[in-house]
Each structure stands twice: as structure tokens, then as C-alpha cells.
């Protein structure tokens, strides 16, 4: 019994954030994190490795076995332990650990810059109050606009093959053959980052038809940034519910409504 309350008790600091301790808990995971990284970065600079190699291999180690407690308790307190392992942020806690250890059977410290996708981590962190509705709000909106999304790039690959060719008639080897426009496929990665507005500079139409072409295709640029735009927002609009922090301790799901007592997906009471 009371082994259930301690799980209990670390289960609500660990993987929620609406108590002052798991607050705490996302902030000193987040500093941890932090610093676990700036490691990594400072020792790719050759000078300061030389120098503070010994430092750095000690703080390597201290984060890893840090990582490693924090990652062994989350497995110790969720119902379903192979659930949470399999899950992408426990695949993430497993990869942030797995390069240190690697090193006792071969040279493999090159692989320890595997640790900076702990910093996927730091999205935890939004769970804090400020953020948790904002970023959840975000999340549900992306989701509902997914199909939205697939539809309107998808145009977008079509106007690019359109484009592109009509480029390649206009400019290549059958029309002015201007460097650049040799195929189609040149031919539509220039008018991938025409339409993007990235616009290398590296190949340009001097063709008079060719020009006003470009020109179109720049101004309909415009629009194609704004419209993706559009459409998060509408659902972000839609879908303007009150989020909070609390994770099913059955499947692990979050996102629930502040005034939810059960899970949205699996239906498990929140409260037990």
C-alpha cells in the first residue's frame, strides 16, 4: 500500500505539471537537459575538448546516470511499463542514455551527440501552466488540419510540375536554352525555390515570356505561405478548449479538457 503511494505521489511530479513539485521537476529537468547539451556542443570545439576533456567526460557521465535514475523510475511507476518503453518519448529517454554506456564495448564516443534529441524533452516543459493550453491548443489544431495540409501541398507539387515544365519549354534547350533549365527536373527546383520565395539567384530566365512567368510565380509565392497559415488558425479558433496536464496513467494520453474526469481515450477514471 504503501509502495502504490510513493508511485502514486511520483507519478503526479514526474509526468504532470499542475502541483508545485511536478512544476519544480519540468524546471530542474529542463535546466539538466540544458546543460547536458551545451556539453555536447562545447565539446565538438576542438580547443576547449583539449582542454576540459576530463570536465566534460565527468559531467557526461553524471548526466547519463541522472538520465538513467529519472528513466528506470518512469518505468517503475507506470501501470504499463512495456507500454511507456515503446512510446516515443520513452524510445527518446532510452536513446538520450544508450551512446554513454556503449563506450565499455567500443570506441563509440561520437555517438553521444545522440544525447542532444533529449531536447525533444524539453517540450515537457511546455506542460507548465503558461504554456500547456497554448501548446496543446497547437497540437490539436495541427492535427485536424493534417488532411487540409496533404490536400494543399499536394497541389503544390502539381503547380511545381506544371510550372516547371512549362519553364523548361520556355527556357531550356527547345526555347532559349538557359543554363540552368537543361531538364525538367532542374527546371522544377528552380521553381520549387521561386515559389518559396528562397530564390538562390543561381539560375534566372532571360526570356522576356520566361520573366513574366517568374514574376507570377513570386507573387502566388505569397499566397501559398499565407494559406497553410490559415487553415492552423481556423482550427486553432475551433478548438480553443481549456487543457490541462494530467496524463492517463492507463495509456498515457494527454491533452484532456481541464474538466475532464475520464481518460479521451481509453475512458480510465484521471482522479485514481
Avoid at 490536400?151 to 538557359?178: Q, W
Avoid at 520566361?210 to 505569397?222: D, H, V
Wanted: hydrophobic share 50%; net charge positive.
Amino acid at each position: 500500500m504503501k509502495e502504490k503511494s510513493i508511485k502514486n505521489k511520483l507519478y503526479h511530479i514526474i509526468f504532470e505539471a499542475e502541483t508545485q513539485s511536478g512544476k519544480l521537476f519540468d524546471i530542474l529537468l529542463l535546466i539538466i537537459i540544458s546543460s547536458s547539451v551545451l556539453c555536447i556542443i562545447l565539446e565538438s570545439v576542438q580547443i576547449i575538448k583539449l582542454e576540459y576533456l576530463f570536465l566534460l567526460q565527468t559531467l557526461e557521465w553524471i548526466f547519463t546516470i541522472i538520465f538513467t535514475i529519472e528513466y528506470l523510475i518512469r518505468i517503475w511507476i507506470v501501470r504499463k511499463p512495456i507500454k511507456y518503453i515503446f512510446s516515443f518519448m520513452g524510445l527518446i529517454d532510452l536513446l538520450a542514455i544508450i551512446p554513454t554506456y556503449l563506450m565499455f564495448i567500443a570506441d563509440l564516443h561520437h555517438l553521444t551527440v545522440i544525447r542532444s534529441i533529449r531536447l525533444i524533452r524539453l517540450f515537457r516543459v511546455f506542460h507548465l501552466s503558461p504554456y500547456v493550453r497554448g501548446g496543446q491548443t497547437m497540437l490539436i489544431a495541427l492535427r485536424k488540419s493534417l488532411p487540409k495540409i496533404v490536400v494543399f501541398l499536394m497541389s503544390v507539387v502539381l503547380l511545381v510540375i506544371v510550372l516547371g515544365t512549362v519553364m523548361y519549354i520556355i527556357e531550356g534547350p527547345s526555347g532559349a536554352n538557359t543554363n540552368g533549365f537543361d531538364d525538367i527536373p532542374n527546371s522544377m527546383y528552380w521553381a520549387i525555390i521561386t515559389l518559396t520565395t528562397v530564390g538562390y539567384g543561381g539560375v534566372v530566365p532571360f526570356t522576356v515570356l520566361g520573366k513574366i512567368l517568374a514574376s507570377i510565380i513570386m507573387i502566388l509565392g505569397y499566397g501559398i505561405i499565407a494559406v497553410p497559415t490559415g487553415i492552423v488558425s481556423v482550427s486553432m479558433v475551433k478548438n480553443n478548449d481549456n487543457i490541462t496536464t494530467i496524463t492517463c496513467s492507463n495509456c498515457l494520453h494527454e491533452g484532456h479538457r481541464i474538466d475532464s474526469d475520464f481518460c479521451n481515450k481509453c475512458g480510465k477514471d484521471l482522479n485514481s
